[in-house]
């Protein structure tokens, strides 16, 4: 099979591509309001008054971890947007209906911030459930919004699968997308089931909150960086599909066992925890050896390419999901470790630096390329002096900010629970050692240094592009 991509005529875009320049946008904009809460979150661990009774710290961390959520999912899905006319060499089938339906998340979406903002707390009842909050963490989205993140999601499947039959043309990289978006919609219902029995709740709720995302989002990634080094390094197409098939085999044969290093803590047999332990790690390996791999390749020309940004943008992705999904994830999981870490800020610190590498670098490279045909009809290379600004300032704050929350898990494993045996006195002296409070200073500094990125990019992205610098490639 060819590496090379379908072009439309005269360069322009196709109709699904000038909507995915849309989801890019949204996302780029959701990502500054998730910076936003994090600050406000971050600062109130150092004052804990401070917008007490306007917008409390749990209300913050709502906005936060769902903004992340919500960003990265469409930036993914503008991703397949993208590509999937230059897969297939057509439109997509049915892109009116993506547009309504898109219409309609933006719109969900603000909805649901207003709530949160506005209408914090109220009683447990079916009322709420439905149309405020459903009390779970993390997937506090009220049951009408879940129901319309699922139809997004069917959607996005239709066109996949229409417009991959259309073409009459079905590719490993098309037949591991259609199987991963099967299971993205269905994984995701797993939490909107109501049972009693607590052990249930939790063990459904894992299903979403680690697996839907740690596998589906994993492989989905896959399959968009396989696009994307195809683009930016012309790596065989049949290079990319081996990688992406070992990933399928691991994230979905390790990660169903894998998320087992939860399942003790909610009540499930002890086995649960080594099984988990072990096969939790497995999962990045894949991908990383897909990047490595391609760039050994590319080494011949000495990674020319078009696009630098997106190019240094996929190597920080796919090292930065190794360390803070693979690394930072199995030091914890370790059963011998984890009867004593698990749920302190070492959690924490896995978690950013895994949704950083993992996915951030996925959603940025994929930008890059956008912006690039966007406003480059010819392959003239893309490059500025303020992207390399852009990714050093975001990986310094994230690698700060993860490194101030496992000091301060350190200080809760080892002093609160290893020493100390979970007493309540335990855990005063260890949210008050020095371990843990000058964490707290460290962690705000290094959220300003990632902000600082932030702005950087998003003054990069603006305006990348629309010099003449460079030379045809």
Do not use: C
Not at 330 to 352: D, E, K, R, V
Not at 415 to 431: D, K
Request: aromatic letters at 16%.
């Amino acid at each position: 099979m060819a590496t090379s991509f379908a072009r439309p005529k005269a360069q322009e875009l196709f109709e699904s591509q000038k909507l995915a320049l849309a989801y890019f946008a949204v996302a780029i904009v959701l990502f500054g309001a998730q910076l936003i809460f994090g600050l406000i979150a971050a600062y109130q661990y150092i004052n804990p008054d401070f917008l007490l009774d306007k917008l409390p710290f749990m209300t913050n961390r709502t906005l936060h971890v769902n903004a992340m959520i919500v960003w990265l999912l469409v930036g993914l899905m503008g991703g397949v947007y993208w590509f999937l006319p230059l897969e297939t060499g057509r439109e997509v089938v049915g892109i009116k209906l993506a547009k309504f339906i898109w219409w309609v998340i933006v719109a969900g979406v603000g909805v649901v911030v207003l709530v949160y903002l506005f209408v914090q707390i109220g009683p447990g009842n079916a009322l709420t459930l439905w149309f405020i909050n459903e009390g779970r963490e993390y997937i506090e989205a009220p049951r009408w919004a879940d129901l319309a993140i699922v139809a997004w999601v069917a959607i996005f499947l239709y066109n996949v699968i229409a417009t991959t039959l259309a073409a009459r043309r079905i590719t490993g990289l098309l037949g591991v997308l259609i199987f991963d978006l099967v299971a993205l919609g269905a994984l995701y219902t797993a939490g909107m089931h109501y049972t009693v029995n607590v052990t249930m709740d939790q063990y459904l709720w894992w299903w979403v909150v680690h697996l839907w995302v740690e596998a589906t989002w994993e492989v989905l990634v896959g399959v968009l960086m396989g696009w994307s080094l195809m683009y930016l390094l012309g790596t065989p197409r049949k290079l990319i599909e081996t990688w992406l098939f070992l990933e399928v085999a691991l994230v979905f044969g390790t990660g169903i066992l894998g998320l087992g290093h939860h399942y003790f803590w909610i009540g499930t047999p002890e086995y649960w925890i080594g099984l988990g332990g072990f096969f939790s790690a497995l999962e990045p390996l894949p991908l990383v050896a897909m990047v490595v791999h391609a760039l050994y390749d590319a080494g011949a020309h000495r990674l020319h390419t078009v696009n630098r940004p997106a190019l240094f943008w996929a190597i920080a992705q796919a090292f930065g999901n190794f360390i803070g999904a693979g690394v930072w994830g199995f030091m914890q999981t370790l059963p011998q470790i984890n009867m004593y870490s698990h749920g302190t800020q070492l959690a924490a610190a896995h978690g950013h630096l895994a949704f950083f590498g993992a996915y951030v670098g996925t959603v940025m490279t994929l930008i890059y390329i956008a912006v690039q045909n966007a406003r480059r009809p010819v392959m003239i290379p893309l490059d500025s002096r303020y992207w390399g600004w852009a990714l050093a300032l975001m990986v310094l704050g994230i690698v700060g900010i993860a490194g101030s929350f496992t000091i301060s898990g350190f200080s809760q494993t080892m002093i609160e629970r290893a020493e100390l045996g979970s007493t309540w006195s335990a855990f005063i002296q260890s949210y008050t050692h020095p371990w843990y409070t000058h964490t707290l200073g460290w962690r705000y500094l290094f959220a300003w240094i990632f902000v600082a990125g932030y702005l950087v990019l998003v003054y990069d992205l603006l305006t990348i592009g629309k010099r003449r610098e460079g030379h045809a490639a």
